[in-house]
């Protein structure tokens, strides 16, 4: 906005969002979704909010062991041998 010469106001009255809006969403504090993504199509900026969304095909714990350089790997579990029960007066 800054960068483009804008008031507040003049955000505000392009996009149809209140100046309280506007001002919340510049000063960091809760905001609805549909603030922020009007503001960015305003601006052009769907690329860089569709970049910033992770691949939806892996789960993010793939992605974490891709960029680490780890491989997948399967959960194996231990077999505990069972022994048989006793009530203890049985000898």
């Known amino acids: ?3 483009s010469s804008m008031t507040q106001q003049d955000l505000a009255e ?3 969002l209140s100046l309280r809006s506007i001002s919340n969403l510049e ?3 809760d905001v609805q979704a ?3 993504i009007t503001v960015i199509e305003y601006f052009g900026l769907e690329a860089a ?3 910033a969304i992770p691949n939806s095909d892996e789960r993010p714990s793939v992605q974490v ?3 680490k350089g780890q491989a997948k ?3 194996r579990k231990t077999h505990v041998k069972r022994t ?3 009530w203890g007066d049985e000898a």
Do not use: D, E
């Open 34 to 36: 549909s603030t922020l």
């Open 73 to 75: 790997q399967r959960v």
């Open 49 to 51: 909010l569709l970049s």
């Open 14 to 16: 392009k996009t149809g």
């Open 27 to 29: 000063s960091g504090k």
């Open 65 to 67: 062991m891709k960029a």
């Open 84 to 86: 048989t029960f006793k």
């Open 1 to 3: 906005r800054i960068l």
